[in-house]
């Protein structure tokens, strides 16, 4: 069984900095893709960043030089950092992961739980 476990949510001033993990457990064969993905309440879930295996990364533009996304292909995690908290940043911060489970299953997409951000005076 395959896991995302996600930390590091929380209260954080307008302008402050948070760092949120996401750690991917279980049986993994390998990992295609892991990407950042929030919600805000009443709003669709949206993509935030995206790193590959590779080493590539990328970023919606509202996070755009603020946010960096990061990976430790080692531990199967990957981190976001978000720099310059904006009110708008307040959400349901999601982990995505597209992944297989052994060599011979198909790759399948996981999610986890999220982590609440918030960003407030």
């Known amino acids: 069984q395959v896991q995302l476990v996600e930390s590091g949510g929380g209260l954080v001033q307008p302008g402050g900095s948070l760092r949120l993990s996401c750690a991917a457990s279980?049986?993994?064969?390998?990992?295609?893709?892991m990407r950042w993905y929030r919600q805000a309440p009443g709003k669709q879930r949206e993509w935030v960043a995206a790193?590959?295996?590779?080493?590539?990364?990328s970023y919606a533009s509202s996070v755009k030089g603020r946010f960096t996304v990061s990976r430790d292909n080692t531990k199967n995690t990957t981190y976001l950092q978000m720099n310059s908290l904006r009110p708008e940043d307040t959400a349901v911060y999601y982990c995505?992961?597209?992944?297989?489970?052994?060599?011979?299953?198909?790759?399948?997409?996981?999610w986890g739980q999220g982590t609440q951000v918030t960003v407030s005076s």
């Open positions: 279980g049986s993994i064969f390998s990992i295609n893709a």
């Open positions: 790193s590959t295996s590779g080493g590539s990364t």
């Open positions: 995505f992961s597209r992944l297989q489970r052994s060599w011979y299953y198909p790759a399948a997409d996981y």
